[in-house]
């Protein structure tokens, strides 16, 4: 059993809509071997190394489930149970995951889909690589692959390990409380590195947190809460209980101290924290020397100060108020007379609560070289058996993270004490701070009974809080989320997803300047960069979810707009849980036969995901059957059709029902573009004002451009402001780079487009017929190499028989091809098509073929150039020196022309009405049962 694909969803994706591993893997000969073949040797080797598969119900949906999946009849095959075992193995280390679905590859025997739900990715991951090995490991070794188990492998060992390796990577169990709470307010989040850098809310609404430590937290207040010695005065200088201390470099100086303070004392770390280096109740010279010794590991500089009789309290103050009080006890076992020391910690750590680390409530008591020193002072060893009732004490501070245990006191403290320690944490300047504090009983004022302030604690733990070992457990983090986030303060940045195999670059730039006109400060990722603001901060094909999460940690970005492409979908899911509107322009033939994708029908499920996670609006194209049809998927509150045919019956329907539509409507002066919400008619602007349709002509753009309006207006920018951001958005190289550019600066007009498809390229085409030309029409021509031979002559067709010269180019990127197979292939296309052999040229290079069709470009004429190195081939246009001229023509902008007349719009295609739901929403399709 092999993996041969792996691939790691980071958020919603055609799987599931919360973050999955897609594994392929082979059985090989082990697709002869389902458990049921295995046998109970098998089944119950894996119940004994992962208990926890017994409450797994599988497709039972009840606790057992699993487990009678592979024993009844032949059971179930490996795949299904590696799905398990990874999750089952992240359960183990703390996470709480339970998706997974497991489906065998069509017309490959022996090959499985595996996905599974994952919530760190290198744990999930690992989850995966652990859970063959373990399965490895239980089969008969004459099943076993040739070094599946290496020579020595412990499962517990293994397991072990794991759960350290996830902890490592896992959020803390402080910072996973915030998050947590977060959650619970609605606030997104997002992680900003391997360690508890968390960023809560979006773009300029965003707060971060450290653990503990908040982004409002004072710098000086954390230095003064770490400078102990420091900590001591500020609180002796306002009257509140501290113990006697000094500080002190050498062993000498330590005993000095503690003789001028008064034994028995305790030395720790200058700046210490955890309880790490601590060591109390000294009570000789010699024992001051050696704390000194052990203090010294952990800081240059040492604190000697007076041992405080009483009970270790955690007091935890948030924002100027007591929200915790916490009893700590170190970790100890109580004598029976019967078991030895070790023995007793053998079973204090069967208790389900105890794990490794931060997995569970309680840790692991470890009996190391501070149990032994701790075991040493009270005369006993690891063999001693400790009297029956006798506490034995295996640390000296009560951290958990040590083995102690928490006692919720919060409801029996006394009133002078939680104003005690309010006013600590006030001195030192902290909004999120904790008190250590000595009492030999909290339920009575220190003032009469005595006790003491040890230190004060920025970037307090919140487990002894979250999850105390005995009494009431405290929401101590949503105080610290609503100090954050006040009531009625906004936490999110509008978020606009836009998908589409045409079309999806121009919007999203199209609405990011409507949104920017409006005074909005948008975030903007598209296929050649991040642009903030309208300046471009990262270069490259940014659509996936990195670059999401790019703009939305921005603290600038008060509106994101998100190109999202079906490679980053595919490849790793959204980078967002959530968006407020999400379009789907269209959905045509391009990238098929990759990635398992074939069909347009699949392609269509993979860019419906940016629809079913919209919250306010899903706008979609209705004159595209497969777009149309992903109205019955999207729990968005409202539905948006976009239709360039005013007579669509199922968009005037909607209308009629009161449904938001944007429509394209002729009028005296041309095509209006027009929008209708809740019984409203809002004619919004004439195409031939919008620049970037070239007077109306470039009907492409007109659809994007109505995209745009339709997304601004559900994002609630005004009519007003939409109008002024259409009429200033140009399709000039600048604001869209390989999108329809034109340059006009030659006596021949030069079309430049990145068209890669063939209903792009139809696109194009349809527009250059549009086009008042005198001269001839001129293409340069290509297609991707790694497109199927099909999608490459569909290309040639969209052309054919339109043009009257062909220079046919391929890219610099051969994808697999060889280096004349696209021109070739695409000229046969021409060809057969009809097209004159002397009309057609094969240019490979793309410089060429652009330099061959610049110098064929006389006045009158009309290029257009499909290109693929986008700011090298718009430089070569801009910089040729037509045949005869000196120098580069000046710029000059051709004077407006008088708008065309519109061609007539083809009709939408006639759908059935059957299947429709009538909502609030409007009219839209039913998703097939159980897809919903």
């Known amino acids: 059993m092999r993996v041969l694909d792996r691939s790691v969803y980071v958020g919603p994706s055609h799987y599931a809509r919360f973050p999955v591993i897609r594994l392929e893997i082979d059985l090989g000969p082990l697709e002869a071997w389902p458990t049921g073949r295995l046998g109970p040797p098998f089944v119950d080797a894996l119940a004994g190394a992962l208990p926890g598969l017994a409450e797994h119900g599988c497709s039972y949906r009840e606790p057992g489930g699993f487990f009678r999946r592979m024993r009844e009849g032949e059971g179930t095959w490996l795949g299904h149970v590696l799905e398990h075992v990874a999750i089952e193995l992240q359960n183990v280390a703390g996470e709480d995951v339970t998706f997974g679905k497991t489906r065998s590859i069509e017309g490959r025997p022996g090959h499985y889909m595996v996905v599974y739900e994952f919530a760190q990715r290198d744990e999930g991951i690992a989850a995966g690589e652990l859970g063959l090995r373990l399965i490895a490991s239980l089969l008969p070794p004459e099943l076993r692959a040739t070094g599946a188990v290496p020579e020595g492998w412990s499962w517990t060992t293994a397991r072990d390990e794991f759960i350290r390796f996830a902890q490592r990577r896992a959020l803390g169990p402080s910072t996973a409380s915030l ?22 809310g979006h773009g300029r609404f965003q707060q971060r947190i450290q653990a503990t430590v908040t982004g409002r937290t004072p710098h000086i207040a954390v230095e003064l809460a770490s400078d102990k010695e420091e900590t001591n005065r500020i609180l002796a200088s306002l009257g509140l209980p501290v113990p006697r201390q000094e500080l002190v470099q050498s062993a000498e100086a330590a005993v000095r101290a503690a003789n001028r303070i008064g034994y028995p004392v305790v030395t720790k770390p200058y700046n210490g924290n955890h309880g790490r280096g601590i060591s109390i109740r000294l009570t000789s010279e010699a024992e001051v020397a050696t704390g000194f010794a052990v203090a010294r590991e952990h800081s240059r500089s040492v604190i000697v100060e007076t041992f405080l009789e009483g009970d270790d309290h955690r ?20 004598g029976d007379g019967t078991h030895t020391v070790a023995e007793l910690v053998e079973l204090v750590n069967q208790d389900p609560r105890r794990g490794v680390g931060h997995e569970k409530v309680l840790t692991r008591i470890e009996l190391d070289a501070q149990a032994g020193g701790m075991l040493d002072r009270a005369g006993l060893a690891a063999g001693s058996i400790p009297q ?3 506490i034995v004490y295996l640390r000296s501070t009560a951290n958990l993270s040590t083995g102690g245990t928490a006692t919720d006191v919060t409801d029996i403290i006394h009133p002078d004490n939680r104003d005690m320690a309010v006013r600590a944490v006030r001195a030192i300047g902290l909004d999120v701070g904790g008190v250590d504090f000595l009492s030999t009983n909290i339920a009575e004022s220190y003032r009469s009974i005595g006790g003491g302030i040890c230190e004060v ?33 906004p936490s999110r940045v509008p978020i606009a997803a836009i998908t589409g195999t045409n079309g999806k670059t121009t919007t999203a730039r199209i609405l990011a300047h409507i949104a920017k006109m409006a005074g909005y400060t948008p975030g903007l990722t598209t296929t050649d960069g991040v642009y903030i603001d309208g300046q471009r901060t990262v270069q490259g094909d940014m659509t996936g979810p990195v670059s999401a999460r790019m703009v939305l940690a921005d603290p600038q970005i008060d509106l994101a707009v998100l190109e999202t492409a079906r490679g980053g979908l595919l490849r790793a899911g959204m980078g967002v849980n959530e968006v407020n509107v999400a379009a789907v322009l269209n959905v045509q033939a391009d990238h098929l036969g990759l990635k398992g994708i074939d069909t347009l029908e699949q392609l269509a499920e993979v860019k419906r995901v940016v629809v079913e996670i919209a919250t306010d609006c899903a706008v979609l194209n209705a004159d595209d059957p497969l777009t149309l049809r992903m109205s019955g998927y999207t729990d968005a509150a409202n539905i948006c059709y976009v239709t360039m045919t005013p007579q669509h019956h199922l968009v005037r329907e909607h209308v009629r029902a009161g449904g938001r539509a944007c429509a394209l409507e002729a009028g005296v002066n041309g095509q209006m573009i027009t929008l209708y919400d809740k019984g409203s008619h809002l004619p919004l602007l004439w195409t031939h004002l919008i620049p970037a349709t070239l007077e109306g002509r470039a009907l492409h753009n007109v659809q994007n451009a109505m995209f745009a309006a339709a997304l ?42 990145y068209g890669h498809n063939a209903h792009a390229v139809g696109a194009m085409a349809d527009l250059a017929q549009r086009l008042d030309v005198k001269g001839r029409r001129i293409v340069v021509l290509a297609g991707p190499g790694d497109r199927r031979d099909e999608d490459l002559e569909a290309i040639a067709q969209a052309v054919a028989g339109r043009f009257d010269h062909y220079i046919c180019r391929r890219d610099d990127h051969l994808r697999g091809r060889d280096p004349e197979e696209v021109p070739r292939l695409l000229a ?28 064929m470009g006389e006045a009158g004429d009309l290029l257009l150039v499909f290109a693929d190195h986008l700011t090298r081939s718009w ?58």
């Open 457 to 489: 604690n920025a970037a307090p733990g919140f487990r002894m809080h979250v999850a105390p070992s005995e009494g009431t457990s405290r929401d101590v983090a949503t105080p610290v989320i609503d100090m954050l986030f006040p009531p009625g303060t």
């Open 179 to 200: 998050v947590r709470a977060a959650e619970a307010h609605g606030i997104p989040w997002l992680r900003l590195n391997d360690q508890s850098l968390v960023q809560l």
């Open 388 to 390: 029956a009732g006798r």
């Open 712 to 753: 601004a207006y559900s994002l609630g920018i005004k009519l007003d402001a939409i109008r002024q951001g259409l009429r200033t958005f140009d399709s000039t190289f600048f604001q869209a780079p390989g999108r329809m550019n034109v340059f006009n600066e030659h006596p021949f007009k030069v079309l430049f487009d």
């Open 828 to 855: 046969a296309t021409l060809q057969r098509a009809g097209v004159p052999t002397a009309r057609i040229e094969i240019i490979p290079d793309e410089r060429e073929a652009i330099e061959t069709a610049l110098n």
């Open 315 to 334: 007091l935890l103050v948030v924002n100027g108020e007591l929200v915790a009080a916490t009893r700590r006890t170190p970790g100890h076992v109580v």
């Open 875 to 932: 430089k070569q246009i801009i910089k040729f020196r037509p045949a005869g001229s000196a120098e580069a023509p000046a710029a000059a902008a051709p004077p407006p022309s008088a708008p065309a007349p519109a061609e007539p719009l083809a009709d939408a295609p006639i759908l059935p009405l059957e299947g429709l739901i009538r909502d609030e929403r409007g009219i839209r399709f039913a998703a097939p049962e159980g897809e919903d």
